[in-house]
């Protein structure tokens, strides 16, 4: 299997191969433990428990505020891996997939490796998404999307927009507005979920579908993409910073035009827009449509000897999740482990 960037989802596979007698090796593309955790901005934090941010087997421990940091769970990642002791091959970055008979050849920047099942588990971290603007490439000022920022440093007595309504545009958007002037840009009014739920509700939707209301014979329908309110996020509301407006109809050289063809001068922009799944190794094998590869379960349709694991609701719902990801790692093992048999 290989693991280019993002982390839950090969680990977890590996969790449940471990149980097996099969041979298999996790590629990473990183130097360290972690994957695309080590990329993230300083201040990020998890927006549910220890205990609802777990990988399989073992439970993360209790961490010493609610939601655990980016330090605490690269800590657990990497102790996760040490308890399994895992194969790892590190530094290895996966470039091609190519069918070659009834076996997998995947060319790396460390050499060639053969396989008869492949489990691709990069994620989205690699594919970053930035929507296309009107004269775009002529703003002058600072461009960069939320998995390049780090902290509040450089946009410090800036003018600043930050795009994207989810949680990675709330938390950046509480922190740089301590800073910076901000503007806020969001496709349609953004939704904070109520105090008292946070991630552990989300990742229940995973096998229930919808939250029940107490008391009631209503339901209270959730979203990956609602805003958690974890600290910054409620310290955000105490400021009232969380002014949202619609998107913007265009750049100038010094900032964006607004829908009402008022021109405002900015100095930099934050994408928090999302990400794309990244496939760019799988090309050769000609299964890629509309960014996605259909699949059951996780397994290709078209190349049943290789299985897409963690990119989204295609490949499992909340698969992209930490807590979610395990129960279509399960399947996945199992599935290997059959078709091996």
Not at 16 to 42: Q, V
Not at 236 to 246: E, M, Q, T, W
Not at 298 to 316: D, F, H, I, M, Q
Request: include cysteine.
């Amino acid at each position: 299997m290989y693991n280019n960037r993002w982390r839950a989802g090969g680990l977890s596979v590996a969790y449940f191969l471990k149980r097996s007698k099969l041979n298999y090796l996790i590629l990473d593309a990183e130097g360290n433990s972690g994957g695309s955790w080590l990329h993230t901005w300083d201040s990020l934090k998890l927006f549910s428990p220890s205990q609802y941010s777990s990988l399989s087997g073992w439970q993360m421990p209790t961490t010493k505020q609610e939601y655990p940091t980016k330090e605490e769970y690269l800590s657990y990642l990497s102790n996760y891996e040490k308890r399994y002791n895992f194969p790892i091959q590190r530094s290895t970055f996966v470039e091609e997939v190519v069918k070659e008979g009834e076996l997998f050849k995947l060319k790396t920047n460390q050499g060639v490796f053969i396989s008869k099942t492949v489990v691709s588990a990069t994620g989205t971290a690699r594919s970053p998404f930035i929507p296309i603007y009107p004269k775009i490439d002529e703003f002058l000022g600072m461009q960069i999307h939320s998995s390049a920022y780090k902290n509040s440093s450089p946009f410090r007595n800036k003018r600043v927009v930050v795009v994207g309504g989810g949680n990675s545009g709330a938390q950046i958007l509480a922190e740089v507005s301590k800073v910076a002037y901000t503007k806020w840009v969001t496709l349609d009014k953004p939704t904070f979920l109520p105090e008292e739920i946070d991630g552990r509700y989300l990742f229940n939707q995973a096998n229930e579908k919808y939250l029940k209301k107490k008391n009631t014979s209503n339901t209270l329908q959730v979203s990956l993409s609602d805003i958690v309110q974890v600290e910054s996020v409620k310290d955000g509301l105490a400021r009232n910073v969380f002014k949202d407006h619609r998107p913007f109809s265009s750049f100038y050289k010094n900032g964006v035009i607004w829908q009402d063809g008022k021109k405002e001068a900015f100095d930099a922009i934050i994408w928090c827009t999302g990400f794309r799944p990244y496939l760019n190794h799988l090309k050769k094998l000609n299964i890629i449509e509309n960014d996605k590869v259909i699949t059951k379960n996780t397994r290709a349709v078209k190349e049943s000897n290789l299985w897409l694991v963690g990119y989204g609701n295609w490949t499992g719902f909340a698969s992209a999740t930490i807590y979610g990801v395990g129960k279509t790692a399960k399947i996945t093992a199992k599935e290997i482990i059959n078709s091996l048999s």
